[in-house]
Each structure stands twice: as C-alpha cells, then as structure tokens.
C-alpha cells in the first residue's frame, strides 16, 4: 500500500508562491488518479486538484487559474504549484490517492499572511 509524505508548506504573503510536494514510499505508476486536498480549522478536507495516470487535472473552483497539479511518475512524485495565493488557502495541504485506498499522511502546513 502507497505511503505519503507532504513537504514544501510555509509562510507566505498574499499573491506570493509555494510548491508543494508529496513523495509516494512505492511507485505510483499504477495508481491512476492523485489528488492533492486541504483541510482548514474548522473546515471540511476538500479536494483541490486531481491528476491521472496520463495528466488529465481537475481543479476546484476555487483554485482554478492559480494552482497547477503535477505527476512524475518515474520519482513517485506528486506536485502542487500554487501561486497568486490569498490567506483563504490557508490550511494543511494532504495528497493522498483517488479513491483514497492509503492512510493520510502528516500533511505540510500553508499559511497565508494578509
């Protein structure tokens, strides 16, 4: 079973960019669709961006135009390139698979400055 590791959150001001990774413990080459979700105090975890096998993404609408997913398969890795960033995408950031078939891992934390 696929184990996670999220890094690459921090602190940022608005308008500012992250990139966040997600390194899979086995390869992903069978795992068809990655997602990449966040979950805000208070807040249910939502799905933000997904991505499959061969690079078809959906993205919620609230990040649409701003937030870019990314796979590399060959590194069992799973990206999120956020820009234009606003203190409402604030929250713990999470990859996991879709459907989610693997526990959650620790996530890596973004926050958002005014």
């Known amino acids: 079973q696929v184990q996670l590791v999220e890094s690459g959150g921090g602190l940022v001001q608005a308008g500012g960019s992250l990139r966040l990774s997600c390194v899979a413990s086995g390869s992903i080459f069978r795992v068809n669709t990655m997602g990449w979700y966040r979950q805000a105090p208070g807040k249910q975890r939502e799905l933000v961006a997904s991505?499959?096998?061969?690079?078809?993404?959906i993205y919620a609408d609230s990040v649409k135009g701003r937030f870019t997913i990314s796979r590399d398969n060959a590194n069992n890795s799973v990206y999120l390139q956020m820009s234009s960033l606003k203190p409402e995408d604030t929250a713990i950031y999470y990859c996991?698979?879709?459907?989610?078939?693997?526990?959650w891992g620790q996530g890596t934390q973004v926050t958002v400055s005014s």
């Open positions: 996991n698979t879709i459907p989610r078939v693997a526990r």
């Open positions: 991505i499959t096998r061969s690079g078809g993404t």
